[in-house]
Structures are given as structure tokens and as C-alpha cells.
């Protein structure tokens, strides 16, 4: 079945340094979604990328879905203390199968 | 809008008791997921609905797990009896589905989560 991949599992960076979480899957997808979980808290939405090779920013985050759409990336400019928690990538792939959640990356930002 | 809401926040139990988890979903979605996350295992999907009618219950651990959703608005994961090993964090989550044969492949919005504590 479908799988897919995180890396790293854990991240401990000096704040205002970069971070950056990866995304693996086994199968084409046809989207890929990032989610946050702060600490005690629940995964919530970040954003959906859809198209091969597309690039999203949300302010310090740039999502990227890679050309193949098997792979996608999270980068973080210039850490900052808020950005502790667990990034989620979570895919689908191009049978329609389920939305299928990686392990997760877990950040720790040092101030 | 109410997001998706989970009762109780917290339990503690003893070893060998009934646990109910219960999780009434955004109104409107159709699919409704109950997750699992340890420290060690990370988030495990355990059962998922679409329409009220289980999909895929795979990933219920065994027996002593149980998941029911009589209505749209309202699923319970039992445990029964509870053990230590099941400590963890229940969430549900709800979607919209617009996959084939009842995937769900939209977003999923997560509860606020349940501790479960057994002793």
C-alpha cells in the first residue's frame, strides 16, 4: 500500500537558523497537505499542493511539491520560537486512495 | 462554525475498565477518523467512516477496540477492557469526502484530542 516517508524525526535548530523537513512517498500522489501540531495540541491544516513542481509561501514557509509529485518539501527561514511542533505531510495517491499521514518532523527551536 | 468535538479531554482509568471516547464531527462531512499518537508509534489511523458505514477498520489494534457511529453527527471508540499499553492521545477527524469508493482524500480537521491515562 501506500507509504509515506518524513525525514528528519527530530530537528533541534538555534533559532533565526533554517529548517527544512522532507517527504517521501512510494507512490505518484495526485496532492500532498502539510499539517502543524504545537505541543498538547492537534495537527491542523497549512496548505495543499496539487500541481508537479509547484511552490507555495506562507510567510517564513515555502512549500515545495517536487516534479515527479513523489516527493514535496517544508522549509522554515530564519526559525523563531513559535514554529516549535510537529510537521505533518499527508498524501494522496493517483488511485484516490485515502489521505495516508507520514511520521512526522519534530522541530525544536533553541532561543 | 463548531469545529470538531471531543469528549472528554482527559480520562484516567484503571486497568481492565470500559473506556468511551466520544467525537461529534463538522457538520456537513461525511467522514470521520479516529487516530491514535504515542510518542513511539506517532499518529496510527484506526478506523475510518464514510457515510456512517466503517471503510477500513485495519488498523484497530484488536478485539478490546471498538468504533460505532450511529448517526452523522456522532462516533464513539470504545475500549473494553482498557490496558495499559493503550495510553495514548485519541483524536477524530472529520472530512469531506470526494474520493473514489468513499476515500477521503480532503482535508481533515482535527479534534481537540482525548488523554487517555490507564493505570
Known amino acids: 500500500g501506500q507509504q509515506v516517508m518524513q525525514i528528519p ?13 522532507y517527504c517521501n512517498s512510494s507512490t505518484t500522489l495526485s ?9 498538547g495540541g492537534h495537527p491542523v491544516f497549512l496548505i495543499q499542493l496539487v500541481k508537479s513542481g509547484e511552490v507555495k509561501k506562507q510567510k ?5 511539491f ?20 510537529t510537521y ?21 527551536v533553541k532561543p | 462554525d463548531a469545529g470538531v468535538i471531543q469528549s472528554p479531554r482527559h480520562e484516567v482509568t484503571e486497568m481492565g475498565q470500559e473506556v468511551t471516547l466520544r467525537c461529534k464531527p463538522i457538520s456537513g462531512h461525511n467522514s470521520l477518523f479516529w487516530y491514535r499518537q504515542t510518542m513511539m508509534r506517532g499518529l496510527e489511523l484506526l478506523i475510518y467512516f464514510n457515510n456512517n458505514v466503517p471503510i477500513d477498520d485495519s488498523g484497530m489494534p484488536e478485539d478490546r477496540f471498538s468504533a460505532k457511529m450511529p448517526n452523522a ?3 464513539t471508540l470504545k475500549i473494553q477492557p482498557s490496558e495499559p499499553r493503550d495510553s495514548a492521545v485519541y483524536f477524530c477527524a ?5 474520493g473514489l469508493a468513499g476515500r477521503s482524500t480532503d482535508t481533515q480537521y482535527f479534534g481537540p484530542g482525548t488523554r487517555l491515562t490507564v493505570l
Not at chain 2, 472529520?94 to 470526494?98: D, N, P
Open chain 2, 94 to 98: 472529520s472530512s469531506s469526502s470526494r
Open chain 1, 31 to 39: 496532492n500532498i497537505q502539510w499539517y502543524k501540531q504545537r505541543p
Open chain 1, 60 to 64: 517564513r514557509l515555502t512549500f515545495q
Open chain 1, 66 to 85: 517536487g516534479e515527479a509529485k513523489k516527493n514535496s518539501s517544508l522549509h522554515i527561514t530564519a526559525t523563531q520560537t513559535t514554529d516549535v511542533g
Open chain 1, 88 to 108: 505533518f505531510c499527508a498524501g494522496v495517491d493517483n488511485a484516490g486512495n485515502m489521505l495516508t499521514f507520514g511520521g512526522g518532523t519534530r522541530l525544536m
Open chain 1, 9 to 21: 524525526q527530530y530537528q533541534h535548530v538555534q533559532e533565526g537558523e533554517d529548517f527544512t523537513t
Open chain 2, 73 to 75: 453527527s456522532f462516533s
